[in-house]
C-alpha cells in the first residue's frame, strides 16, 4: 500500500451518559494529519449518526478507508455499517480484539421490547466477522464496501501489535478528550 494511503479511524471512551467520540486521519506511513472531536450517547442509538457527522466535518476528500473500533461503541449504540459506508462512499472496516460468540445474549439482557429489537436488527445487518492474523495478534473484522483484501488492509495500518494505528491514536485521543470533559 502506498505510504500516502489515509483512512479515517473513529474510538470511544466514554464515563457519563455521552460518549466522546474521536476521528483521527492516519496514513499509512503512520502520519496522523487530522483530528476530529464528538460524541453519542450512552445506551443509545445516535452512534452511526454520530460517525457519519464526524466524516462530514472532516471535509476531506482524501480519505480512503473508514476503520471503526467495534460495532457497537457507549453501550450497545450499535454501528450500520452500511449506512456509514453510504453516507461516506469509502469502504469500512470495524475491528474487535476480541473473539466472541456475538452480542445477541447480551442485547437482550441489556435491553427490552423496541430497544433490544432494534439494536438487533441493525446487528443482524452487519457482515459476519472474518479472524485476521496480525504478526502474533488475532483481530475479527467487519467490511462493507471493500473491493481488497481486509486483511491486507488492516495489516498495512498496523505497524506493530494488534491494533491498527488509526484506531490506536483515536481511542488514546478519545480517552483524553473524555478525561478533559470530566475536568471541566
Known sequence: MKPGVRALGIAESYRSDSSTLAGVVCRAS???????????????????????????????????????????PAWYNVLDLSAVHGATDRPVIAVSFEDSDGLEPAIREAFDGDAAESR????????????????????????????????????????????????????????AADRERAVD
Open 30 to 72: 503512520r502520519v496522523v494529519d487530522g483530528f476530529v472531536f464528538g460524541s453519542c450517547t450512552v445506551g443509545g442509538t445516535d452512534a452511526t449518526a454520530a460517525v457519519i457527522e464526524l466524516f462530514d466535518r472532516l471535509d476531506r476528500e482524501d480519505l480512503q478507508y473508514v476503520f471503526l473500533a467495534g460495532v457497537a
Open 120 to 175: 438487533l436488527e441493525v446487528y443482524r445487518s452487519l457482515p459476519d466477522r472474518e479472524a485476521v492474523s496480525v504478526g502474533e495478534d488475532r483481530l475479527y473484522v467487519r467490511s462493507v464496501g471493500l473491493d481488497e483484501d481486509a486483511g491486507e488492509v488492516v495489516r498495512a495500518f498496523t505497524p506493530e501489535g494488534g491494533r491498527p494505528e488509526p484506531l490506536r491514536v483515536a481511542r488514546l485521543a478519545a480517552r
